[in-house]
């Protein structure tokens, strides 16, 4: 399910269009919302004794977005590694469906204690690989 944002004020810079930085913002919001539909919410992802955290962000600009626009995020699993999942993303204006930013994060599973870097338990992995949310 996408998440939407509506731009307000404080998220547009001097030039009247959005802030780089906060689509970095948007994507984490569609991503909390994504882990949420499948389960897995709150500290540890819900419970399951793993975390993630954020080991790389690429994006790409296509376009901007201005104060009253309404942007749609979208996300999908690109591929899962060993210890990692990759998610594209894409946001795209609600009105005209211009895509605004597209690229892919890389999540690196974690174990909440110290924070190093476990494998993706088998269970997160089938449910986030196309699994409809139970």
């Not at 998220?11 to 949420?36: E, K, M």
């Not at 004794?49 to 994006?59: C, I, K, S």
Request: charged share 25%.
């Amino acid at each position: 399910m996408p998440t939407t944002q509506k731009i307000r004020y404080s998220d547009c810079d001097p030039q009247g269009i959005v802030f780089n930085g906060n689509y970095a913002r948007y994507w984490d919001d569609a991503l909390t919302d994504w882990f949420g539909e499948h389960g897995y919410g709150g500290e540890e992802l819900g419970g399951s004794g793993v975390d993630v955290v954020t080991a790389r962000v690429e994006m790409d600009f296509k376009s901007s977005a201005s104060l009253g626009d309404v942007l749609e995020t979208t996300l999908k699993v690109e591929r899962f590694g060993t210890t990692s999942v990759t998610i594209g993303f894409e946001t795209a204006r609600v009105s005209d469906g211009t895509v605004v930013t597209a690229g892919r994060e890389i999540l690196v599973f974690v174990d909440p204690n110290d924070f190093r870097p476990v494998e993706v338990p088998d269970d997160i992995r089938a449910r986030l690989e196309g699994n409809p949310p139970q």
